[in-house]
């Protein structure tokens, strides 16, 4: 299927219209976007943001039909850019392994659009092709890869779901000094509430961490943390529940003011290496995060 290009480096949101009683793709739009004032729906319009598949621009009165390919452009008035930045660590015609800072979201999600690692990838490469291999919190920082090529995203894309990447992790937490370490924790971790928290629930387990110790430093360790497998808020939810919540952590174990990003005191988490065979030519690859962590200041 074909597809509109970027603007600004964000590529469109797709909906195929349901069935409904609406006369044009404007009512229906508002209908199933309820959040989205209508006068934004009539400017997104006016601004030719809203197309069908061959990139043709749609009229606010365009008829509504079901199971139109429409796609829209998200915006959110007035993002501001956020005050960190990128660091491009490998480059190929395949590849492009990046150093993401705290804060920047890998891709778009709810007031974050233009100012996300894959928009700023795609502007500075002029490259709309470029897609995450995987993705790391918002508030993590270090290692993220993205694919160059369709043609060979799913043979990277493997790595990841077939576990056949070495995945590191660096954080500062408190001491544990009654635990033998290294240590393996594997439990189950489920949604919980509000809906963006996750937490360990007794059953099968479906998440596991092997753990170890690096330095003990005064009333701060740091640890070396390596996922097997990839739930989401994994490694956080699994620290906070051993008793030692990795410092700057706005969920976990008490839910902080979501809205209020402290830049001067970042989640200490960081995705410090990436180790892989690569499908394409069998060449082992390591890279290493070049990030720091608030106690390297």
């Known amino acids: 299927m074909n597809r509109p290009g ?67 452009y998200r915006e959110v008035v007035q993002e501001a850019r956020l005050p960190v930045e990128e660091v491009i660590v490998h480059v190929d015609e395949h590849l492009i392994v990046v150093d993401k800072p705290h804060f920047l979201p890998v891709t778009p999600a709810g007031r974050f659009v233009s100012e996300t690692l894959l928009a700023r990838l795609v502007r500075r490469f002029d490259d709309a092709r470029i897609a995450p291999l995987h993705r790391i919190d918002r508030l993590t920082a270090g290692l993220v890869m993205f694919s160059r090529k369709p043609a060979a995203r799913e043979r990277y894309q493997a790595l990841f779901r077939e576990r056949r990447i070495h995945k590191r992790y660096e954080a500062l937490a408190a001491p544990l000094a009654q635990v ?19 937490r360990e629930v007794d059953g099968p387990p479906n998440s596991e961490t092997r753990i170890d110790v690096i330095a003990q430093g005064d009333g ?28 700057g952590d706005p969920l976990y174990p008490v839910l902080a003011d979501q809205d209020a ?14 180790a892989f065979v690569d499908p394409l030519d069998g060449r082992r690859r390591c890279f290493e995060s070049g990030m720091g962590l608030a106690a390297d200041a």
Not at 13 to 24: D, V, Y
Not at 224 to 234: A, C, D, I, W
Not at 261 to 274: G, I, Q
């Open 261 to 274: 990003d402290d830049f001067a005191r970042p989640l200490s988490l960081l995705a410090r290496s990436l």
């Open 180 to 198: 033998t370490f290294p240590l393996v924790r594997s439990t189950r971790v489920e949604r919980g509430e509000p809906f963006f928290r996750m």
């Open 6 to 72: 970027p603007i600004d480096g964000v590529a469109p949101s797709h909906l195929q219209l349901p069935p409904g009683p609406w006369a044009t793709v404007f009512e229906a739009l508002c209908a199933h976007f309820p959040q989205v004032p209508p006068h934004a729906w009539r400017d997104r319009f006016a601004r030719g943001r809203v197309l069908v598949a061959d990139g043709a621009v749609l009229a606010a009165n365009a008829p509504h039909r079901t199971g139109l390919d429409v796609y829209y």
């Open 220 to 247: 701060v360790w740091r640890y070396s943390l390596e996922p097997v497998t990839g739930r989401k808020h994994q490694l956080r939810v699994h620290m906070a529940a051993l008793g030692a919540p990795i410092l």
